[in-house]
Structure formats: C-alpha cells, structure tokens
C-alpha cells in the first residue's frame, strides 16, 4: 500500500476534467485507488465521488494505492498534479 | 441556474439540419425543457425489467454523446470535445449505475423515477457549492435531461399558451409536435429550432414539405434563449445563433439571398430529367425511414426510394411488427410510388440498432456481431414475417428488396431460398406472388472480393458506403482519434466501387449507393464516373445532385475517374477531383458548401455545440 500526498495546484480545482483524469488513471489501475479528502475517503475510480468533494485549488489530497501497480499509479496521478491536470498550460 | 438574460451575448448552438434554409427573425420560446418524472412502485419481479430499461438509456445516451464528440471535433476541435469525455465518464460512473440500480431493486422505483432520485440529490449538491463547481450542476443536468428523454421516450406533454401575433418567428422549445405546428397559422412560423429530434422526426418532414428551415437536436438550447431574442436559423448546416453580430446578419443576408435564387433554380430543377449533358441517364433516389416520408420525395424530384430502411418499425417497442402491420406500412411507400421503384432493405439491426423485442446481449464489437442478415438468417421466424409482409406489398410490381451485410455468397443463396419458401407458402394461401428484384448490399469487404460470384445470383447490388468504408479502412467513425482516418476517397474504397460496379454491369444488372457519400458533390460525380447507375440520399439533396448531373458530360466524368483510380493515396485524389471540379461546383453555387467551413477559427472558438455553455482553452 502506498499513500501518496499532492497539493492542487490548478487554478480551478478538481472540476470536471481533472476528475476525468483522475478517473482515467484510476481505472486503468489493477490496485485499488482511494482519495482522503477533508476526512472523507472516496473510489478514486468514480468521477461522481470526486466531484462531489468539491476539491479546491491549493488543496492537499491523499490517495491511498493498494495492489500490484501501486507504484506506477502513484507516479501518474503525482506527474498529473504536477502538471497541473494540464491546464494552466498557456 | 439560468444564465442573466439582460447580457445579450452572441450564442452559436450546432444541431441536427432537418430542413434547409435560412432565416434572421425574431424568437418565440414555446416549450422549455420541463420534465414530468411519475414516481411508482414496481413489483419486485419487474425490478429486472426496470434494470434493463434503464441499461439501454444509458447505452443510448452514450451512443449520442459519442456522435456529438465527433461532430465537436470536426466542428470546434478536440479540445473542445473533451468535455464529452467527462459526460461518458459521469453517464457510466459505478456510483450512479449501482445507486440507480440498487433504487430500483431494493426500493421498488421506476427506472425513470430513479434515476430522478439520484440525479436530482446530485445537481442540488452541486449548485449549493460555489464557483466553478456550481457551474458543474449544468454537465449534469445535461445528462439528466438526456437520460430522461430516453426513459419517458415521448411521454411528455406541453400545453401550448399563446398565438403568434409578430410578423412572423422562428418557434423554439424543448420538442414540437406536428400537431402543434399545424396549429399555428401558415406563414407566421419562420423556422423551427428544436432541442430535441433529428432530421427523421415527424416534424422535420413536416416542416421539410412546409419549406419551413430547421434545426433539432439543439441540447438544452431552449432554456438559453428567450420570446423576443433574434436569432439566426440555419437549417442547411444545423446551425443557430442567438444574438447574432453585425457580421453574421450581413453574411446570412447574402446567404438568404443566395438561397432564394437557388431555391427557385432548384424547383426548376425538380421536373427535370436527371440525365448527363451527353445524355447518360442516373436514377436519384431518396432514403427514407418512415413511409410518411414517402409523401415528399417526389416533391424534391426523387425518381423512387433507394433505401427504406425497414427496421425503424421495429423500433421503440417490446413487441414484433406483425406481417399485416408490417406490409400496411411498405404498401403505403410502394403504392404511393407507383410506378416508381420502392427499394425495401430487410431488417439491418444490431450493431448500434438494438431491438427489445428481441433477446440481444450485448456484445463486446457489435458491429461485427450478431447483426442484420446474420440475425435474420438465426432467427428464421423474424425474417420469414417480413419477406412475406414484403411480398403482399409487392402487387403493384414496383417493390425490390435487399439484404444487408451480406458477406458470402452462401448467406444469399440462403436468403433466397428462405424467400422462395415464402412464396410458396402464400401462393398455397392464394396469395398472388409479384415479380420482385432481389439484391444484395455491398458493405462488406469479403462480398468486394467475390463480387463476381454475387453478381451473378442477385438482381441488382447496393453498395452502402458508410460500412463499407468503416469495414475497408478498419477505421470506427465515432473514435474522435482516428476519425480524420475515415476517407471516402482512399483508394482502396475507390478501387472496391470499381469492382463492383464492372461486376454488376459485366452481368447486366445495377447498382446504387445509398451512403453519405452520395449526397456529398465530389464524390457525387467521382461515383458518377466510376459508373453507379443511381444515387440515393436524404431527400433534400436530390435537386442539387441532379443539377450536377446535368451539369457534366458523362464521358468525361467516366475519364476523370479512371484517372483518379490511378493515384496511390487519398490526398493525391482529393486534390485531383478538386483540380477537376472545384471551378464547376463553384459556379453552381452549391449551397452545402458556405458557412460551416468560412467561420474562422476564433468564431468556431466560440460555438456552443449542442448548448453546451462550457468555454474551453484560454
């Protein structure tokens, strides 16, 4: 298992199409994947879920990683964030 | 929710063409979108029932996302479609199909009224958060009123509240009933912009016959827009702005003008013969859904159907089309028609098509699955029903009838011999048995490679290009990655009409093509000159056709061709066709050729497809 810690750092937040990302790598993952968000803990799989968090920019959200490409989910989902969902690009 | 309505700002919306023309007037909002959800208990036993019903809405609902991500992407680019994306993502969600299903199950709701439940707690969530999030609420009322219009498919009732007094407007809602539109008095109703239906809807024939422009399949356009806005409707490409720009009046004003002229040549048109300026004569035919349609066609010039596509009476129902209730509705086409030829294709479902009246799993590639002939040839008592319903309609003498997807000559000799057997049946009921052409549809890539063998046990061959391109080319239309891929012009499609085309004529017999790339100018005359002895298509693109036919010289389209097989990759052929033709499709002043490609990019930036409100990019 592995619990993986990233900060928001889009100007928007987790609206519709960073969750699609997300939902994205998550179901391509054997593991199971989780999010932990303000004391709520979420199918990283569902885009529904996520939206619903209503995750706002700045924010820091925990993924928990379990299963046999835990490690390779959690570099996706951290080169994700980093990239900033692909969005502030210009 | 609703966006403010003192801030007038320009608003293209992209729909479903469903009648030409164009018109700048103002508007008057008949209906808004207005769901009325009856929540019921169900008996347990029907809880499956329930399930699959809304399984389908959701897999229908998918199937139109997909095509307007598609048409997004050809329209506004892919960055815009992404969006569509998020909406297959949010309609397939685990949560939302386990909450709906588990409603329906442990508590006994409709499907419809589940699916109510789940929504609506989810859209309120929404719009009690803030900023971007609460704009979020309008993706998934999207998906709501999509879904809906499949679960209550039609059930909805809306009382009309007022006259027209204006001069004359463009009517706007959520959907429109023919008879609604027949209330209004003739010459007040401008044009029609619709949220919902498409170009096969009872009202797009209606208004077709009318000569009233419209425009349906418009999203949620009618709770953007208000009585009064001006708006233009642009009923040849699908198009609607609200509030339009000095710039779009100036440009549709030439454009109505322009059409008016053409209106009037193309009604000059409709009697004319279709024939070649040396004289080659090429049958123009109509596609049909519907046997109401068969009222118009030959308003817009059509010498008979190439296509009726006879699984649309299979359709939206639990139950099988009976024999009587199946021969009433072709006799209506053949007899109407009579004397001109009525080409009646059997039942071409699966796929994308799925009956309920028929047990059909769904299967992982169901365009290459258990589909039209294949279903037919399995389910003989489906097939048989409809062959004989066929040939009751046939007294008249002018029905033909074809078999899709045929793939080998073994599956036409067996659809043969099932025919043969049914007329043998009804003769024995004294049931007097017509002459009736049978032939085969060519979209198959197998039947291009044995095209010979078929030619010789069939009447006549149809080559449907829309599979046949899909099936050459291994190329899903739908998949926005590789839809740029989908080439009508690659020369290994070319290359295939030509087989088919010098196999049928080497036997005496015709052939059609009853695809898109009928109605489409080029190809038109690039088909023209591989040697198709008749096009069929949407109704409303048969005058311009003609006056392309008539307006080349057959021995030199047969030239040009042969020398377009001669080129090794699509964009040597399409810039030679358009080194050919382009001066002389130009000086036609073909319509289908202005406004979706002249708006510039930043305008296309601009368009709201389907009324989705989301801003993209910057």
């Known amino acids: 298992m592995i619990s993986c810690k990233l900060t928001v750092q889009n100007s928007l937040g987790i609206h519709v199409r960073p969750a699609g990302h997300i939902v994205n790598i998550a179901s391509s993952a054997h593991s199971t994947v989780e999010l932990v968000y303000s004391g709520q803990r979420v199918n990283a799989k569902s885009i529904l879920n996520l939206m619903m968090l209503v995750i706002e920019p700045g924010s820091e959200v925990e993924f928990i990683i379990n299963g046999s490409d835990e490690k390779k989910i959690a570099d996706e989902l951290t080169e994700l964030f980093n990239n900033k969902f692909y969005e502030d690009a210009s | ?618």
């Open chain 2, 1 to 618: 929710m609703k966006m403010p309505h003192n801030v007038k700002q320009r608003k293209m919306f992209v729909g479903k063409a469903a009648s030409p023309g164009y018109v700048i007037a103002k508007t008057k909002l008949i209906v808004r979108q207005r769901f009325t959800v009856s929540p019921f208990k169900i008996p347990k036993e029907s809880a499956a029932n329930q399930i699959e019903f809304f399984r389908r809405g959701v897999a229908q609902v998918k199937r139109e996302i997909l095509n307007l991500r598609d048409l997004t992407i050809q329209m506004a680019g892919r960055e815009e479609a992404q969006i569509f994306d998020s909406h297959l993502m949010i309609l397939q969600d685990p949560s939302l199909i386990d909450s709906v299903i588990s409603l329906i199950r442990d508590e006994q709701w409709n499907a419809s009224y589940a699916f109510h439940l789940f929504m609506q707690k989810l859209i309120e969530n929404f719009e009690n958060s803030k900023g971007i999030f609460k704009e979020r609420a309008l993706d998934l009322k999207d998906i709501y009123n999509r879904m809906l219009l499949h679960l209550n498919s039609g059930e909805n009732n809306f009382v009309l509240q007022e006259e027209i007094e204006e001069e004359g407007v463009v009517l706007a809602g959520f959907s429109i009933g023919p008879n609604m539109l027949m209330n209004f008095n003739k010459g007040k109703v401008l044009g029609l912009a619709i949220d919902s239906g498409s170009a096969t809807s009872h009202v797009s024939i209606l208004a077709r016959s009318m000569q009233i422009p419209a425009v349906l399949g418009l999203g949620n356009l009618s709770e953007l827009i208000n009585t009064g806005d001006l708006l233009i409707l642009d009923g040849t490409n699908g198009i609607v702005i609200i509030d339009p720009d000095e710039n779009d009046i100036s440009k549709y004003k030439k454009q109505i003008e322009v059409f008016q002229n053409q209106k009037l040549e193309l009604f000059t048109m409709r009697d004319l013969e279709p024939i070649t300026m040396d004289g080659k004569y090429i049958r123009l035919s109509a596609n049909i859904e519907r046997y109401e349609e068969a009222g118009e066609i030959t308003s817009f010039g059509a010498t008979g159907v190439g296509l009726y596509r006879s699984e649309f009476l299979y359709f939206g129902r639990d139950s099988l089309p009976t024999r009587s209730e199946q021969a009433e509705a072709y006799r209506k086409v053949s007899h109407q028609l009579d004397p001109l030829p009525v080409t009646i294709r059997t039942l071409d479902a699966g796929g994308d098509k799925m009956l309920s009246s028929v047990n059909m799993e769904s299967e992982s590639n169901p365009f290459m699955g258990w589909r039209s002939i294949r279903l037919c040839l399995d389910r003989k008592d489906i097939f048989r029903e409809q062959l004989k319903a066929l040939i009751e309609a046939g007294d008249r003498g002018n029905l033909k009838v074809m078999f899709p997807m045929i793939s080998s000559v073994s599956e036409i000799e067996k659809a043969k011999e099932i025919y043969n057997d049914c007329c043998t049946e009804l003769k024995a009921e004294g049931i007097p048995i017509p002459k009736i052409e049978l032939g085969a549809m060519i979209e198959i890539p197998s039947a291009v490679m044995i095209i010979e063998e078929i030619a010789k046990r069939v009447d006549f061959l149809s080559i449907g290009t829309n599979d046949l391109i899909q099936f050459t080319l291994a190329v899903d239309r739908s998949n926005g990655k590789i839809a740029s891929m989908y080439e009508p012009h690659h020369p290994a499609i070319l290359r295939s009409i030509k087989m088919v085309v010098d196999a049928a004529h080497k036997e005496g017999i015709s052939v059609s093509v009853c695809g898109e790339m009928a109605a489409d100018p080029l190809s038109t005359l690039l088909l023209l000159g591989l040697g198709v002895d008749e096009f069929s298509m949407v109704s409303w693109c048969i005058m311009e056709c003609k006056k392309i036919i008539r307006s080349v010289n057959y021995d030199e389209a047969r030239a040009i061709s042969a020398e377009a097989l001669k080129f090794s990759d699509t964009d040597s052929i399409n810039n030679f066709l358009r080194k050919k033709y382009s001066q002389k499709i130009r000086n036609l002043g073909i319509s289908s050729f202005v406004t979706t490609q002249e708006f510039s990019s930043s305008d296309r930036a601009l368009v709201r497809v389907d009324g989705q409100i989301e801003r993209v990019g910057s």
